[in-house]
């Protein structure tokens, strides 16, 4: 049995939002590792295993995606379609995390199974309050916690 902690998956282009997320899943205290892709087409073969990223055990599922939609080669839609497309990928979760506020795309995202779209932050800060309310709510489920956490000193 894999005793690793869930991997957290981000597909996102902007170099600036990787930095800004991987600093507020650290200010949150959510240890899960994250694996990075840059375009659509990465964020495919990621998923499917293909190409580099065959190898599962430096590759491994996530558990949970942020998308962006707006990459290059295949947009976050794309992805979308093509991963609900794949039965055995229903249980992982995908949040939209994006600059598009527009209602349409949240509609589209939501009925192409997205289970979460969020306009991305416009400061640190209020991005590490989302992660700190998603750990919240992990850490309230029962046994099979998929995130990892710092244990914290009293």
């Known amino acids: 049995m894999n005793s690793s902690p869930p991997t957290i998956l981000l597909v996102e282009d902007n170099e ?3 930095f800004m997320m991987r600093r507020a899943l650290r ?9 990075v892709v840059t375009d659509g087409q990465q964020a495919l073969d990621y998923i499917s295993g293909a190409r580099e990223y065959a190898n599962r ?16 080669y295949l947009d976050g839609f794309e992805i979308l379609s093509w991963m609900r497309r794949q039965r055995t990928l229903d249980s992982i979760v ?18 192409m199974g997205a ?7 416009p400061t640190p800060d209020k991005l590490t ?11 309230s489920k029962a046994e099979d916690l998929p995130v990892s956490t710092q244990a914290t000193s009293s």
């Open 16 to 18: 600036d939002d990787v």
């Open 94 to 111: 995908v949040i939209v995390l994006t600059s598009s506020g527009e209602p349409r795309d949240q509609e589209r995202a939501y009925a």
């Open 57 to 72: 055990e430096q590759h491994p599922l996530p558990f949970i995606i942020f998308l962006d939609l707006k990459l290059p």
């Open 129 to 139: 309050a989302i992660f700190q309310s998603l750990k919240s709510f992990w850490l």
């Open 115 to 121: 289970r979460s779209y969020l306009v991305k932050p």
């Open 27 to 35: 200010q949150a205290d959510v240890l899960n590792p994250l694996k």
